[in-house]
């Protein structure tokens, strides 16, 4: 596995994560971004990865969930202020627990959703990359 990249492509993710919170990525563009940066980063594992990408690709969604999670919860506050169309949802949980817990609890599991789909296009781009060789 390669680490460096792993942890390259989770510290954008906490740049993205940042961004978020201060309103510069706003939720409609936001997913765009998310869309790309999934795309280029399966590129970079399956080409510059170790032998697992789906592994790969899967600790990545996870660390990046997680990371994400963190830093809007941290911040929730200003992730509030900055993005106040994101409060009408937070108020239709069905739960009781606080929007700051709901997003640490579900973060590592957006971020698993996220690291399948691109562990599942590292490996695809893998064996084309590889046939081309």
Request: a neutral charge; aromatic letters at 10%.
């Amino acid at each position: 596995m390669n680490w460096k990249l792993v942890m390259i492509l989770v510290a954008v993710g906490a740049v993205m994560a940042v961004l978020s919170v201060y309103g510069v990525l706003q939720s409609g563009f936001e997913l765009i971004i998310w869309i790309l940066f999934g795309l280029i980063s399966a590129y970079l594992i399956a080409k510059t990865g170790g032998r697992m990408p789906f592994v790969e690709g899967v600790v990545v969604g996870i660390l990046s969930g997680l990371v994400n999670a963190v830093i809007q919860s941290a911040m929730f506050n200003t992730y509030l202020l900055n993005n106040p169309e994101s409060l009408d949802g937070f108020r239709e949980l069905p739960v009781a627990m606080q929007p700051q817990y709901v997003l640490l609890f579900a973060g590592p599991f957006i971020g698993l959703i996220y690291g399948i789909v691109l562990g599942i296009i590292a490996l695809s781009l893998r064996k084309i990359i590889s046939s081309n060789d």
